[in-house]
């Protein structure tokens, strides 16, 4: 770990957090829903949408009008397993934890549930809302749409958000399957952490107008929203490599985030409007399926754990040690953020000073001052 790193407690960094929401306006029920999803993302090793994402993406678009401190949740459109909920620019945390809830209740009911929500905002990471699903012995899919900022196959225009495609399925273990992936190759939260480290990003993440490889971090971030840079789907640029895969798994998370719910997609959510920045009105889906509605609970968690131990225990690789299976890692990297916390690099905690004096939360006297 670099010189320029500090360890601190996650529950420290939690509280701060809810209150930094709380000092914009959230109220404190939905401030700590907030704050609990995006310390959950560090905690599970996820430093790209954890408190790194807390003063860019959130304090700034409260404070720049762009976002509503004080969530609307409205459920305009329902039926015994359906929702369509209206967020109003709201936090998107708490609409997402809102509409699984409300998902979950419905499978608990009549089997399977699935609730779509517009005019949402950005809400942490997808696999947050899927966990709720799996604790409830449900299996959770979820995805959202985003920002353009990436290009189609054979395109070099950013048409499509990261895409996030989310499943969740309780298990035998001690750590539930959770798969949460972006459509891309990355995203651009991790290309935020390159940046913020003074790092060149790895060649086949990102394409210019040209066509060609880009690895100049901080000049892509710029150069996304001038249409001068674009990231890849998974699988790569064109065909070869298999990124049509990528590109069409992204293009159903946009329907079925957009379409389904009657809400904006691709460049109405660029975030400008007449040259000026603009609400970024998002559409998330969630699903459950109450496993009980198919089998036994029991035998479907054995059953999933054998699948994922056989995996793992399958022939590995000429020097490779290990096999993992989708939320293995992140449950590790939990047991160890609870016993050591969570990493925090100088830029974050710079922006942490910043947002304490401004809120004038002068109880916090942090660990490297």
Same mark, same amino acid.
Do not use: D, F, S
């Given at each position: 770990m670099g010189d320029d790193i500090i360890i601190v407690d996650a529950s420290y960094l939690e509280k701060f957090m809810r209150d930094v929401f709380v000092g914009v306006g959230v109220p404190p029920e939905d401030a700590s829903v907030c704050a609990e999803v995006l310390i959950t993302s560090d905690k599970r090793g996820i430093e790209s949408h954890g408190i790194n994402r807390c003063k860019p993406i959130y304090y700034d678009r409260i404070k720049a009008g762009i976002l509503n401190p004080v969530t609307k949740f409205e459920v305009v459109r329902e039926t015994m397993t359906t929702a369509v909920v209206d967020g109003h620019n709201g936090? $998107?945390?708490?609409?997402?934890?809102?509409?699984?809830e409300m998902t979950i209740r419905k499978a608990k009911d009549c089997g399977m549930g699935m609730v779509v929500a517009r005019n949402s905002t950005h809400y942490g990471i997808a696999g947050y809302y899927v966990l709720m699903a799996a604790e409830a012995g449900m299996i959770g899919v979820c995805g959202t749409n985003a920002r353009p900022s990436v290009a189609p196959t054979f395109g070099v225009e950013n048409m499509l958000g990261t895409n996030p495609l989310s499943f969740g399925m309780p298990t035998d273990e001690e750590f539930p399957f959770v798969l949460d992936c972006a459509t891309s190759v990355t995203q651009r939260g991790k290309i935020e952490v390159y940046a913020r480290q003074g790092k060149d990003m790895p060649p086949g993440w990102v394409i210019g107008s040209d066509g060609q490889t880009r690895t100049d971090t901080r000049q892509v971030l710029k150069d996304f929203s001038r249409d001068l840079?674009?990231?890849?789907?998974?699988?790569?640029? $064109?065909?070869d490599g298999g990124g049509y895969k990528g590109y069409g798994y992204s293009t159903v998370v946009e329907i079925l985030s957009s379409a389904l719910q009657a809400g904006n997609f691709m460049k109405a959510l660029c975030g400008m409007s007449d040259g000026k920045p603009a609400p970024i009105e998002l559409g998330h889906f969630f699903i459950a399926m109450n496993v009980e509605a198919f089998c036994e609970l029991a035998d479907f968690k054995k059953r999933t754990g054998d699948i994922l131990r056989a995996l793992r225990a399958s022939r590995r690789a000429p020097g490779c040690e290990r096999i993992y299976t989708a939320g293995e890692k992140e449950y590790e990297a939990s047991l160890k953020t609870a016993h050591e916390g969570v990493p925090l690099p100088k830029g974050v905690r710079d922006e942490m000073v910043l947002m304490?004096?401004?809120?004038?939360?002068?109880?916090?006297v942090f660990p490297w001052e």
């Open positions: 936090m $998107g945390h708490a609409i997402a934890k809102k509409c699984m840079a674009a990231l890849v789907p998974v699988g790569g640029p $064109g065909e304490r004096n401004e809120l004038g939360l002068t109880q916090y």
